[in-house]
């Protein structure tokens, strides 16, 4: 028989409503302080000068290409798995069940940790299609500075935001300036301190080579590797909370249908990408469900 959940104490509840006040009342504070800063002649003179986006160069084109749509989806669906599969190993007291490499006999993890590392493989290998049909397409430079007029840019766009007057948006033509440095420290500094921290603390680092064990701490490994992952998921957050309260039957039309409209199609698929990314949440939980792709690649045992 098993015990009832214990109750949150009503003082605990009390002091958790009292704290969310708290933060709402200083969030409140700070948009006026922002607002009040934003009067004085210099800040005031920075966004009239430097409204909030960099101006492109003439081979970008109007738009949204497919591949930025599709792979949007997909960068979305891995990462969910990958955060799901990460919260897991964290907290996993007893495996639910072990995978070993049948090329390697030594080299063996928890079955949670191998969906972990596998959905990690997945999401790189769509985030480096990705990268080189941004390049291949001229579409880099909507999230590659190109301009050190970036800068005051996105000075003054977080002045916008941050005192609720915020920046004209409209993803189709050009990201402001703070979206543009969000979206390059996202691709080219964030995944790949991810992807490296990720493999030096895997079972498929070469711990046989000192030399490189040295040169690469574990210990660094791990400083940055789950600060990384929490980045992302702030990104993920504040991204969506925009994309949602800036327009969102149109923002979503322009990356889920490639169209420049306030139709319902993005929105629709919206929802329906939401409702497969709740059930990965769950799928990956599954045991038996890992454990029918993991025998693919090596010998699995799950515990009964």
């Known amino acids: 028989m098993t015990s009832p959940r214990p109750r949150t104490p009503w003082p605990r509840a009390l002091a958790l409503l009292l704290g969310a006040a708290g933060l ?4 409140f504070v700070g948009v006026c302080a922002v607002r ?3 009067s004085f002649g210099v800040v005031a003179d920075l966004v009239r000068a430097y409204p909030g986006a960099s101006t492109l160069p003439d081979f970008v084109t109007t738009g949204i290409p497919a591949f930025v749509s599709w792979t949007h989806f997909l960068n979305a669906f891995f990462l969910v798995l990958v955060v799901r599969s990460a919260l897991r190993v964290r907290n996993e007291k007893v495996a639910g069940g072990l995978w070993s490499s049948k090329r390697v006999k030594k080299r ?3 079955l949670a940790l191998w969906a972990h590392i596998a959905v990690d493989v997945l999401w790189l290998v769509n985030g480096l299609v990705f990268v080189v049909l941004l ?3 001229g579409h880099w430079a909507r999230i590659v500075p190109t301009s050190w ?3 005051p840019n996105a000075l003054s766009a977080l002045v916008q935001y941050a005192s609720f007057d915020w920046p004209t948006h409209d993803g189709w033509t050009n990201y402001n300036a703070l979206q543009q440095l969000s979206y390059f420290a996202i691709v080219f500094l964030a995944a790949p301190i991810a992807a490296i921290t990720g493999f030096r ?4 680092w070469p711990r046989q080579s000192e ?3 040295r040169a690469f701490p574990e210990r660094i490994a791990k400083a940055l590797h789950w600060p990384t992952m929490l980045f992302f998921v702030a990104f993920v957050i504040v991204h969506v909370g925009l994309v949602l309260t800036t327009g969102a039957r149109r923002n979503l039309n322009t990356i889920y249908a490639g169209d420049h409209s306030d139709g319902w199609l993005g929105f629709g698929l919206f929802a329906l990408s939401v409702v497969v990314l709740v059930a990965a949440w769950f799928a990956i939980r599954n045991d038996r469900w890992i454990a029918a792709v993991a025998r693919r690649f090596g010998d699995v045992r799950l515990r009964k």
């Not at 709402?24 to 969030?27: D, H, N, V, Y």
């Open 149 to 151: 007029d970036v800068i």
């Open 36 to 38: 009040w800063l934003a």
């Open 201 to 204: 603390l895997s079972a498929f």
């Open 211 to 213: 030399r490189l064990s």
């Open 108 to 110: 063996r993890m928890s």
């Open 135 to 137: 390049f291949a397409s």
């Open 24 to 27: 709402l009342i200083l969030a």
